[in-house]
């Protein structure tokens, strides 16, 4: 069941991801410290386990998101925004862990012989990765807006980085990012697809539409859920809605939404959520 080939894949990526980690380190792409340093590790590690094909959409993932962090860093700094920075652990959790999981649990489940729901399941995270891609590839790019961003629901002004705040730049790159990772995933299944977890691709393009519109949908709902959810405070100076603790030099008040409930936890949310979603519909092709 488990060919030569996957061995030595797993071998490669041993040795591939601790190197791929460092120079993310020293590229300043991620935090310097250990606990970014193992997060990172940990979870290219996880995200390889089905085979070639998730190694290769998550590095998409991961390369292309941090290309889109230093697009027009000059003017994103002209324009105001926060320092362009490493991803720290959180984030990196945040983004990283549930599609990690998935891979592990579509590995056990061929290696217990459920081969379909296996299949199912690295298919699913391939998925995961278009969502996140959309949502990097929004936020990343939104940010060259010159005008304020609204809010999903409701489309009220709010300040650049709101959660649930888009722009028509931002959701351009958002439909751009999920449409170039699930083809990158479906190519990849459609070349590589026989090593580690098997995937048969019967109708790829079928499959790319699919993914890579479900992809979109997940960067909506997560910013339906950042509208709703995620902790809003409003300046008592210029009444802006922000999230930050302090704006105009004072404390901002808090307006709705969970307190304290980040960014992050949003993502995993919306990673949950589409699975499900993602499961009901990869029962259309798959
Ligand atoms: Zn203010």
Known sequence: MISRYYVLYLILIFFLVPALAAT?????????????LIASIATSILNSLCGPYT???????????SMMTRVGSPLKLKLGHRDIHGRGWRQVLGVGLVPGITNL???????????AIASKTALLT???????????????VGMLYRRRPRLV????????????????????????GSFATAAVGVLSLCLLGDIG?????????????????????????????GCLIQEKRRCVICGIICEQETHCGVKTEHVRGCRRFSGEAINMLTQLIMLAIGYAALGLVA
Do not use: C
């Open 24 to 36: 993310s380190t020293r590229k300043k792409l991620i935090e310097n410290n250990k606990k970014t």
């Open 197 to 225: 977890v098997q995937v048969h691709v019967d109708e790829p393009l079928m499959l790319l539409i699919l993914l890579a519109s479900l992809g979109f949908a997940g960067e909506l709902l997560d910013s339906v859920l």
């Open 55 to 65: 190694f290769i959409t998550y590095s998409f993932f991961v390369i292309s998101s």
């Open 126 to 140: 391939i998925l995961l990765y278009a969502v996140s891609t959309a949502d990097t590839w929004s936020s990343e």
């Open 153 to 176: 629901l409701g489309l009220k002004e709010v300040e650049t980085g709101t959660s649930g705040a888009v722009t028509p730049l931002g959701s351009a790159a958002s439909i751009l």
């Open 105 to 115: 649990a579509s590995l056990l489940l061929y290696l217990a012989g459920l081969r």
